[in-house]
């Protein structure tokens, strides 16, 4: 299916020269939606997933169904100080700074086949801390999956040979 016509790109947003890329157009047509999730459901399958993990908060929106498709759990992953429990944490940078990323220290068991599924494959900086917070509790990242990819920010490269599926490239 072709997704691109869902997605609403709105100019010089959140500042001049971004090109926003807005899921919610997709989001609000239920059976594109249903297909978008079926489409990267598929390739969870092809890797034996055992769990999916999704970073806040658009992360929640791609990961959650997916892993209810697959009858999978989900592993929510935050930014520090949102877990109520014990966690483990890993920094990365901003434009402008630095944040970090936190999940529960029992998320992951070790050796757990992890699929990472986030809205969008940027610069790759949230994935790849993701990607270190599921290997610091000892699971094994099989892939990653994304609505959106923007290859021209090459993402994609930094997270080596993990086969990635994106709907969408621009």
């Given amino acids: 299916m072709d997704y691109k016509p869902y997605i ?3 100019p010089d947003y959140p500042q001049p020269g971004i090109r926003f890329k807005d899921i919610t157009t997709l989001l609000k047509e239920g059976p594109v ?3 978008a999730i079926d489409e990267l459901a598929q390739f969870a399958r ?3 997933a055992q ?3 999704g970073p806040e908060a658009r ?3 791609v990961g959650a169904p997916l892993a209810t498709a697959l009858g999978l759990g989900f ?3 935050r930014k520090a100080g949102k877990l109520p429990y014990e966690t483990i944490k890993a920094d990365y940078s901003l434009e402008y700074g630095k944040d970090s990323l936190a999940m529960h220290v029992d998320a992951i068991e070790k050796g757990q086949r992890v699929l990472i599924a986030d809205d969008l494959l940027a610069t790759g900086g949230t994935i790849t801390t993701t990607i270190k917070l599921v290997e610091q509790l000892g699971g ?3 892939g990653a999956a994304f609505f959106i990819e923007l290859s021209y920010l090459e993402g994609r490269q930094k997270l080596g040979d993990i ?3 994106s709907l969408v490239t621009y």
């Fill in 33 to 35: 939606y249903k297909a």
């Fill in 163 to 165: 086969p990635v599926r």
């Fill in 51 to 53: 769990v999916v993990a």
């Fill in 8 to 10: 609403r790109v709105i």
């Fill in 59 to 61: 992360g929640f929106v």
């Fill in 140 to 142: 094994v990242v099989v």
């Fill in 75 to 77: 592993v929510p992953v």
């Fill in 46 to 48: 092809e890797l034996d």
